[in-house]
């Protein structure tokens, strides 16, 4: 029973960004995924990521948290980011809950904060001190409040807060979902039910999306035991259960932590699921129907790339013009830069069909464009190489061999695609990349190919010394 309580747990506490529709139609550009990286202090806190197309994430800011708590237990999970109608309000609630930070999940589960963690901004980048809202103090027997979002109802002209409490049902463990009316997230009105499995099954993540198909306004998908998807044509009026995702072979078993996104340009939706019994991470699973658990449909592979943090239980913001140059603006990827070789001036790193080589007069120009970012394993001084043109995807070795390859948030894949920055081999004032799990290689051109090689010689020296140029 522990171990089951323990899976759900580790589904829910992630993060989720909640969006109201605005009142007026909006044209999207981009998307904007909020989420939380693991159990540390530093790993339980607000990060950022964004893509172009919704499927490939580069993350914000270099890899590093962009808002951080200070009050509670001074850690965050599960953040939702919900945006007013209008579209001048935003504000960040999250779960208060820090694991391995002075609590453990029994603790969290059975005496943990009644209270979220929010902030306030005006433009999505300039967010205010935190404060803590009490959802499940007036609870009786509540626990915990974990893994909040929120959604605007038109029907009563506020916002449906709701959250996921234990309320022990005959000694047992019973996490349900909960809300409560608001306008600000300062004050809330009395917390009900909202929904509650039979027997002992838990219910923690839940996330609701305005789709109007298969003849409902509301879709909603809860990690139950299943993914169970539900419809209604009223947040707070009755759900009809419309099936879950056990046909394409996606139970309650392999994924968890679900996040909607629809498609800026066209009528398609991608539901991201947590692959947490493989540890894998995130993976899309596509539909023009999301009423109908008969219309999802898995990815194609190499079709999606979730860049180098782990990222757990997000939720994914649209981002008008205007929302994304801000949020670029303030928390900007890394510029893009190209490595030029130094015993073959004409030539630079390049990607080819996943494959590294060094060419001349590359087409199209941003196969040898790459941004250099905080190494994926961590350490000072360290780099790894993100393409531009593939965002997510990095250099990385693998049987001393380079490939260009998605990020699959492994330590493995960190280690591989992480390298010292040093003077170079051949010229101190050029660069060389020494390998972080293999510290006696670096990287180097032979026959001009990309390889990891033991230095020993003045070809080899060359061979491994580039330049960093714009």
Not at 124 to 133: E, G, K, Q
């Amino acid at each position: 029973m522990k171990a089951r309580v323990l899976t759900v747990v580790v589904a829910v506490l992630l993060p989720l960004i909640v969006v109201a529709a605005p009142a007026q139609a909006a044209t999207y550009t981009g998307y904007l995924m909020a989420h939380f990286t693991g159990e540390s202090s530093e790993g339980q806190q607000i990060y950022l990521s964004h893509s172009t197309d919704g499927l490939r994430w580069s993350d914000l800011n270099n890899g590093a948290p962009v808002v951080r708590t200070t009050i509670g237990t001074r850690g965050v999970r599960d953040p939702a980011i919900v945006r007013s109608p209008a579209g001048d309000r935003y504000w960040i609630i999250a779960t208060d809950l820090c694991i391995g930070c002075g609590q453990d999940w029994n603790a969290a589960i059975n005496n943990g904060s009644r209270s979220l963690v929010v902030w306030e901004s005006a433009d999505l980048v300039t967010w205010s001190a935190p404060w803590l809202l009490n959802v499940a103090g007036a609870i009786p027997d509540g626990r915990n409040a974990w893994a909040p979002e929120a959604i605007w109802n038109p029907d009563t002209g506020d916002y449906v807060l709701y959250w996921a409490t234990n309320v022990p049902q005959n000694g047992a463990t019973k996490h349900r979902i909960y809300y409560a009316r608001t306008s600000n997230f300062r004050s809330i009105g009395t917390p009900a039910p909202y929904i509650t499995r039979p027997g002992a099954q838990e219910i923690i993540d839940t996330q609701i999306v305005e789709s109007n198909t298969g003849g409902y306004r509301y879709v909603r998908t809860s990690g139950d035991g299943q993914i169970t998807i539900e419809g209604s044509n009223s947040i707070l009026g009755t759900w009809t259960t419309l099936g879950d995702l056990s046909g394409i072979g996606l139970t309650g078993a392999q994924v968890e932590g679900p996040m909607w996104t629809k498609f800026n340009d066209r009528n398609e939706w991608a539901l991201y699921l947590d692959q947490y019994a493989s540890g894998r991470g995130y993976l899309p699973v596509l539909t023009t129907h999301p009423a109908s658990a008969t219309a999802y449909r898995l990815p194609s592979s190499g079709s999606y790339a979730m860049g180098g943090t782990r990222k757990r239980h997000g939720t994914i913001l649209n981002l008008t013009v205007a929302e994304q140059s801000r949020v670029l603006a303030r928390w900007p990827s890394a510029p893009v830069n190209r490595l030029q070789s130094y015993n073959a001036q004409d030539r630079y790193v390049r990607h080819i069909n996943l494959d590294v080589r060094i060419d001349a007069n590359v087409s199209p120009a941003a196969d040898a464009q790459f941004r250099i970012v905080a190494g994926l394993a961590g350490g000072t001084g360290t780099v790894s190489f993100e393409s531009v043109n593939y965002p997510g995807y990095y250099l990385r070795h693998y049987g001393f061999d380079f490939q260009l390859a998605p990020g699959d948030g492994s330590a493995t894949f960190a280690g591989d695609a992480t390298f010292r920055r040093v003077a170079g081999l051949a010229d101190a004032s050029w660069s060389s990349f020494q390998s972080y799990n293999y510290p006696d290689r670096y990287l180097r051109h032979s026959n001009y190919l990309l390889r990891l090689d033991p230095i020993t010689d003045a070809t080899g020296r060359a061979d491994a010394t580039f330049r960093v140029t714009s």
